[in-house]
Protein backbone atom coordinates (compact mmCIF):
# COMPACT_ATOMS: atom_id res chain seq x y z
CA UNK A 1 0.00 0.00 0.00
CA UNK A 2 1.25 3.56 -0.81
CA UNK A 3 -0.23 7.07 0.50
CA UNK A 4 -0.80 9.58 -1.89
CA UNK A 5 0.00 13.14 -0.44
CA UNK A 6 -0.57 16.27 -1.72
CA UNK A 7 1.19 18.87 0.24
CA UNK A 8 1.27 22.68 0.12
CA UNK A 9 3.88 22.21 2.63
CA UNK A 10 7.48 22.40 1.50
CA UNK A 11 9.24 18.80 1.82
CA UNK A 12 11.88 20.19 4.49
CA UNK A 13 8.57 20.67 6.73
CA UNK A 14 6.64 17.33 6.04
CA UNK A 15 9.08 14.74 4.29
CA UNK A 16 10.64 13.56 7.67
CA UNK A 17 7.89 12.88 9.61
CA UNK A 18 6.46 11.27 6.42
CA UNK A 19 9.51 8.92 6.72
CA UNK A 20 8.82 7.57 10.14
CA UNK A 21 5.50 7.41 9.47
CA UNK A 22 7.01 4.40 6.80
CA UNK A 23 9.48 3.56 9.04
CA UNK A 24 6.43 2.59 11.78
CA UNK A 25 3.75 1.08 9.59
CA UNK A 26 5.42 -0.04 6.45
CA UNK A 27 3.21 2.10 4.26
CA UNK A 28 5.10 4.05 1.33
CA UNK A 29 4.21 7.54 0.81
CA UNK A 30 4.09 9.56 -2.49
CA UNK A 31 4.69 13.23 -1.45
CA UNK A 32 3.45 15.84 -4.12
CA UNK A 33 4.26 19.48 -2.82
CA UNK A 34 2.96 22.34 -4.35
CA UNK A 35 1.61 25.58 -3.87
CA UNK A 36 -2.12 25.70 -1.59
CA UNK A 37 -4.02 27.07 -4.39
CA UNK A 38 -2.04 25.38 -7.26
CA UNK A 39 -2.95 21.81 -5.48
CA UNK A 40 -6.70 22.47 -4.50
CA UNK A 41 -7.17 22.98 -8.67
CA UNK A 42 -5.23 20.29 -9.45
CA UNK A 43 -7.70 18.10 -7.03
CA UNK A 44 -10.22 19.79 -8.57
CA UNK A 45 -9.42 18.76 -12.10
CA UNK A 46 -8.22 15.35 -11.01
CA UNK A 47 -11.68 14.70 -9.68
CA UNK A 48 -12.23 10.93 -8.73
CA UNK A 49 -9.52 10.10 -10.48
CA UNK A 50 -7.17 11.92 -8.75
CA UNK A 51 -4.37 9.86 -7.45
CA UNK A 52 -4.40 11.47 -4.08
CA UNK A 53 -5.16 10.26 -0.63
CA UNK A 54 -4.86 13.52 1.55
CA UNK A 55 -4.63 17.09 1.46
CA UNK A 56 -2.14 18.83 3.97
CA UNK A 57 -2.19 22.47 3.44
CA UNK A 58 -2.49 25.70 5.06
CA UNK A 59 -4.55 28.10 6.13
CA UNK A 60 -8.29 27.60 7.22
CA UNK A 61 -9.76 29.87 4.03
CA UNK A 62 -7.80 27.13 2.17
CA UNK A 63 -9.23 23.79 3.94
CA UNK A 64 -12.55 25.58 3.76
CA UNK A 65 -12.75 26.01 -0.12
CA UNK A 66 -11.40 22.52 -0.48
CA UNK A 67 -14.56 21.15 1.86
CA UNK A 68 -17.04 23.53 0.07
CA UNK A 69 -15.44 22.31 -3.65
CA UNK A 70 -16.26 18.12 -2.85
CA UNK A 71 -12.65 17.33 -2.90
CA UNK A 72 -12.39 16.53 0.86
CA UNK A 73 -14.25 13.69 2.72
CA UNK A 74 -15.36 13.31 6.18
CA UNK A 75 -13.43 10.75 8.58
CA UNK A 76 -14.74 10.03 11.85
CA UNK A 77 -11.85 9.36 14.19
CA UNK A 78 -11.71 9.60 17.90
CA UNK A 79 -8.02 10.14 18.30
CA UNK A 80 -8.28 13.31 15.68
CA UNK A 81 -11.68 14.02 17.80
CA UNK A 82 -9.89 13.94 21.27
CA UNK A 83 -6.17 15.74 20.02
CA UNK A 84 -7.47 18.53 17.80
CA UNK A 85 -9.38 21.19 19.59
CA UNK A 86 -12.64 21.58 18.41
CA UNK A 87 -12.53 24.59 17.17
CA UNK A 88 -9.24 24.14 15.22
CA UNK A 89 -10.89 21.48 12.89
CA UNK A 90 -14.01 20.53 10.53
CA UNK A 91 -17.47 20.09 12.33
CA UNK A 92 -18.00 16.82 10.53
CA UNK A 93 -14.46 15.61 10.22
CA UNK A 94 -13.69 16.54 6.63
CA UNK A 95 -10.57 18.46 7.75
CA UNK A 96 -8.31 18.85 11.01
CA UNK A 97 -5.94 21.84 12.41
CA UNK A 98 -2.54 20.19 12.88
CA UNK A 99 -0.25 23.25 13.60
CA UNK A 100 -1.38 26.64 14.96
CA UNK A 101 -0.07 30.48 13.48
CA UNK A 102 -0.17 33.57 15.02
CA UNK A 103 -0.79 36.44 13.21
CA UNK A 104 1.22 38.81 15.20
CA UNK A 105 2.72 42.21 14.92
CA UNK A 106 6.37 43.39 14.60
CA UNK A 107 7.54 47.01 15.40
CA UNK A 108 10.82 48.15 15.55
CA UNK A 109 12.34 48.51 18.61
CA UNK A 110 14.33 51.75 18.31
CA UNK A 111 10.95 53.73 17.30
CA UNK A 112 8.16 52.09 18.89
CA UNK A 113 7.17 51.69 22.54
CA UNK A 114 5.41 48.10 23.15
CA UNK A 115 3.05 50.05 25.51
CA UNK A 116 1.85 52.39 22.27
CA UNK A 117 0.64 48.77 20.86
CA UNK A 118 -2.41 46.85 21.89
CA UNK A 119 -4.96 45.67 19.06
CA UNK A 120 -5.16 45.39 15.39
CA UNK A 121 -8.42 47.35 15.84
CA UNK A 122 -5.27 50.01 17.15
CA UNK A 123 -3.84 50.10 13.73
CA UNK A 124 -6.82 52.06 12.01
CA UNK A 125 -5.58 54.85 14.67
CA UNK A 126 -4.13 57.84 12.94
CA UNK A 127 -1.20 58.26 15.17
CA UNK A 128 0.22 54.86 12.68
CA UNK A 129 -0.50 57.19 9.57
CA UNK A 130 2.16 56.03 7.20
CA UNK A 131 3.78 53.70 9.65
CA UNK A 132 2.62 50.43 8.62
CA UNK A 133 3.38 47.29 6.73
CA UNK A 134 1.43 44.21 5.16
CA UNK A 135 1.39 42.13 2.67
CA UNK A 136 -1.51 42.42 -0.15
CA UNK A 137 -5.18 42.14 0.29
CA UNK A 138 -4.52 39.08 -2.36
CA UNK A 139 -2.93 36.53 0.51
CA UNK A 140 -5.13 34.60 2.13
CA UNK A 141 -3.32 35.22 5.44
CA UNK A 142 -5.13 38.72 5.32
CA UNK A 143 -8.22 37.54 4.04
CA UNK A 144 -8.37 35.45 7.39
CA UNK A 145 -7.68 38.06 9.67
CA UNK A 146 -10.53 40.51 8.09
CA UNK A 147 -12.41 37.26 8.20
CA UNK A 148 -11.98 37.14 12.12
CA UNK A 149 -12.64 41.31 12.18
CA UNK A 150 -16.41 40.50 10.76
CA UNK A 151 -16.68 37.56 13.04
CA UNK A 152 -16.03 40.13 15.83
CA UNK A 153 -17.61 43.71 14.75
CA UNK A 154 -19.81 42.59 12.05
CA UNK A 155 -19.48 43.92 8.31
CA UNK A 156 -19.96 48.12 9.08
CA UNK A 157 -17.05 48.60 11.83
CA UNK A 158 -14.93 46.23 10.16
CA UNK A 159 -15.28 48.28 7.04
CA UNK A 160 -14.56 51.73 9.22
CA UNK A 161 -11.41 49.83 10.35
CA UNK A 162 -10.12 48.79 7.13
CA UNK A 163 -10.47 52.15 5.35
CA UNK A 164 -8.24 53.66 8.61
CA UNK A 165 -5.94 51.15 8.66
CA UNK A 166 -5.36 51.38 4.45
CA UNK A 167 -4.94 55.16 5.28
CA UNK A 168 -2.29 53.75 7.39
CA UNK A 169 0.03 51.90 5.25
CA UNK A 170 3.74 53.42 4.53
CA UNK A 171 3.72 52.18 1.38
CA UNK A 172 1.29 50.04 -1.02
CA UNK A 173 1.24 46.62 -0.30
CA UNK A 174 4.27 43.95 -1.77
CA UNK A 175 5.91 41.14 -0.96
CA UNK A 176 5.68 38.25 1.54
CA UNK A 177 5.50 38.43 5.19
CA UNK A 178 9.75 38.61 5.52
CA UNK A 179 9.62 41.40 2.68
CA UNK A 180 7.67 43.20 5.56
CA UNK A 181 9.95 42.19 8.38
CA UNK A 182 12.55 43.82 7.01
CA UNK A 183 11.39 46.54 5.72
CA UNK A 184 10.80 47.56 9.39
CA UNK A 185 14.10 46.84 9.71
CA UNK A 186 15.13 49.27 6.82
CA UNK A 187 12.80 52.08 8.36
CA UNK A 188 10.53 51.95 5.50
CA UNK A 189 7.70 51.68 8.34
CA UNK A 190 7.35 50.74 12.45
CA UNK A 191 5.08 48.10 11.90
CA UNK A 192 3.76 45.48 10.52
CA UNK A 193 1.40 42.19 10.51
CA UNK A 194 3.26 39.11 10.11
CA UNK A 195 3.22 35.35 10.81
CA UNK A 196 5.17 35.03 13.74
CA UNK A 197 7.28 31.63 12.20
CA UNK A 198 8.46 33.81 9.58
CA UNK A 199 10.32 36.14 12.33
CA UNK A 200 11.34 32.86 13.71
CA UNK A 201 12.52 31.64 10.28
CA UNK A 202 14.09 35.08 9.68
CA UNK A 203 16.20 34.59 13.33
CA UNK A 204 17.59 31.00 12.16
CA UNK A 205 18.41 32.22 8.62
CA UNK A 206 21.41 33.71 6.80
CA UNK A 207 23.54 36.58 8.44
CA UNK A 208 21.40 39.72 6.70
CA UNK A 209 17.64 38.01 7.83
CA UNK A 210 19.12 37.61 11.38
CA UNK A 211 20.46 41.39 11.65
CA UNK A 212 16.72 42.61 9.66
CA UNK A 213 14.67 40.26 12.58
CA UNK A 214 17.20 41.58 15.66
CA UNK A 215 16.17 45.29 14.84
CA UNK A 216 12.12 44.31 15.79
CA UNK A 217 10.75 42.67 18.63
CA UNK A 218 7.24 40.55 18.50
CA UNK A 219 4.11 41.96 19.99
CA UNK A 220 0.67 39.76 20.81
CA UNK A 221 -1.93 42.16 19.60
CA UNK A 222 -5.80 41.86 21.48
CA UNK A 223 -4.57 40.26 24.48
CA UNK A 224 -6.82 42.54 26.77
CA UNK A 225 -10.02 41.08 25.30
CA UNK A 226 -10.18 38.23 22.36
CA UNK A 227 -6.79 37.44 21.98
CA UNK A 228 -4.25 37.20 18.71
CA UNK A 229 -5.54 36.03 15.58
CA UNK A 230 -4.69 32.37 14.88
CA UNK A 231 -5.29 29.93 12.01
CA UNK A 232 -3.88 26.56 11.16
CA UNK A 233 -2.66 24.35 8.92
CA UNK A 234 -4.48 20.63 8.68
CA UNK A 235 -5.07 17.91 6.47
CA UNK A 236 -7.86 16.34 5.01
CA UNK A 237 -8.30 12.98 3.38
CA UNK A 238 -9.66 13.17 -0.22
CA UNK A 239 -12.50 12.22 -1.65
CA UNK A 240 -11.10 9.94 -4.03
CA UNK A 241 -8.78 8.30 -1.44
CA UNK A 242 -7.96 4.79 -2.30
CA UNK A 243 -6.83 4.02 1.11
CA UNK A 244 -9.41 5.72 3.20
CA UNK A 245 -7.70 3.90 6.34
CA UNK A 246 -4.05 4.40 5.78
CA UNK A 247 -5.06 8.44 4.92
CA UNK A 248 -6.50 8.51 8.48
CA UNK A 249 -3.68 6.92 10.53
CA UNK A 250 -1.36 9.94 8.48
CA UNK A 251 -3.43 11.89 10.04
CA UNK A 252 -3.76 10.41 13.40
CA UNK A 253 0.22 10.12 13.36
CA UNK A 254 0.44 13.84 12.80
CA UNK A 255 -1.61 14.47 15.51
CA UNK A 256 0.40 12.43 18.02
CA UNK A 257 2.82 13.79 20.65
CA UNK A 258 6.03 13.44 18.94
CA UNK A 259 5.09 14.12 15.66
CA UNK A 260 3.39 17.52 17.13
CA UNK A 261 6.19 17.98 18.36
CA UNK A 262 8.26 18.09 15.53
CA UNK A 263 5.74 19.60 12.98
CA UNK A 264 5.27 22.76 14.82
CA UNK A 265 9.04 23.23 15.95
CA UNK A 266 10.63 22.69 12.08
CA UNK A 267 8.38 25.64 11.40
CA UNK A 268 8.04 27.83 14.44
CA UNK A 269 4.51 27.25 15.14
CA UNK A 270 2.46 26.09 17.50
CA UNK A 271 1.27 22.69 17.91
CA UNK A 272 -2.30 22.75 18.01
CA UNK A 273 -2.22 20.60 21.38
CA UNK A 274 -2.03 22.54 24.86
CA UNK A 275 -0.13 20.04 26.32
CA UNK A 276 2.69 19.71 24.12
CA UNK A 277 5.56 22.11 24.77
CA UNK A 278 6.90 24.83 22.46
CA UNK A 279 10.46 25.18 21.14
CA UNK A 280 12.98 27.81 23.85
CA UNK A 281 12.72 30.21 20.98
CA UNK A 282 9.06 30.14 20.84
CA UNK A 283 8.90 30.29 24.85
CA UNK A 284 11.28 33.78 24.30
CA UNK A 285 8.32 35.78 22.42
CA UNK A 286 6.30 34.97 26.06
CA UNK A 287 2.56 33.18 25.86
CA UNK A 288 -0.17 34.85 24.57
CA UNK A 289 -4.11 34.67 24.77
CA UNK A 290 -5.13 33.16 21.08
CA UNK A 291 -8.46 33.73 19.48
CA UNK A 292 -10.91 31.25 20.27
CA UNK A 293 -13.28 31.77 17.00
CA UNK A 294 -13.62 28.68 15.01
CA UNK A 295 -11.19 28.73 12.29
CA UNK A 296 -14.37 27.53 9.97
CA UNK A 297 -15.65 31.23 10.11
CA UNK A 298 -12.68 32.45 8.77
CA UNK A 299 -14.07 30.25 5.94
CA UNK A 300 -17.29 30.94 5.79
CA UNK A 301 -16.18 34.84 5.57
CA UNK A 302 -13.46 35.14 3.23
CA UNK A 303 -15.98 36.16 0.13
CA UNK A 304 -16.78 39.31 1.91
CA UNK A 305 -13.34 39.68 3.88
CA UNK A 306 -12.01 39.69 0.09
CA UNK A 307 -14.80 42.10 -0.66
CA UNK A 308 -14.43 44.59 2.34
CA UNK A 309 -10.58 44.60 2.02
CA UNK A 310 -11.38 45.90 -1.98
CA UNK A 311 -13.91 48.37 -0.67
CA UNK A 312 -11.22 50.14 1.67
CA UNK A 313 -8.97 49.97 -1.47
CA UNK A 314 -6.35 47.29 0.21
CA UNK A 315 -4.41 46.51 -2.99
FE1 LIG B 1 3.35 31.03 5.31
Not at 70 to 93: C, F, M, W
Not at 157 to 167: D, M, S
Request: proline content about 3%; charged content about 25%; hydrophobic content about 40%.
Amino acid sequence: IRDSVYSARKEALIKPLLDRYTEETGVAVNLVTGKGDALLTRLKTEGRNSPADVLITTDAGRLYRAHEAGVLQPIDSDALKNLVPAHLRNEQGYWYGLSVRARAIVYAKDRVEPSALSSYEDLADPKWKRRICIRSSSNIYNQSLVASMLAAHGDEATQAWLNGLVANFARPPQGGDRDQIKAVAAGQCDIAVVNSYYFGAMLQADEEQQAAAGKVAIFWPNQADRGTHVNVSGAGVTASASHVKEAQALIEFLARDDSQRWYAETNNEYPVRADIPVSDLLKSWGEFKADQLDVTELGKRNAAAVMAMDRAGWK
